[in-house]
């Protein structure tokens, strides 16, 4: 299972496209101030960490949940179980 890190997609969603806006939306809306370098790190690479006051000024600044900004990416299941065939179960 991997996490996904939808930042990008989020802030495509309610029209905002560069670090500079994003900036000045968490300033305005959630009285949160990153650097523009640590915004641009935000949007182009999943964090390592996020901060839990990080990620309340980001859900208050675009309107959305930690479950938008997060996704999982679920392997496709990979079955143990044989085929049901008379090979399979030794019956020759």
Do not use: Y
């Not at 930690?66 to 679920?74: Q, S």
């Amino acid at each position: 299972m991997q996490i996904e890190w939808r930042l990008r997609k989020v802030m495509a969603s309610r029209n905002v496209w560069t670090a500079t806006e994003l900036r000045e939306l968490l300033i305005q809306r959630a009285g949160f101030e990153l650097s523009l370098q640590s915004v641009d790190v935000l949007m182009k690479k999943p964090p390592v960490q996020v901060k839990v006051a990080t990620l309340q000024a980001l859900c208050t600044t675009l309107r959305c949940t930690p479950n938008e900004l997060f996704g999982i990416d679920v392997p496709r299941d990979v079955s143990l179980v044989e085929p049901d065939n008379a090979e399979s179960r030794g019956d020759h």
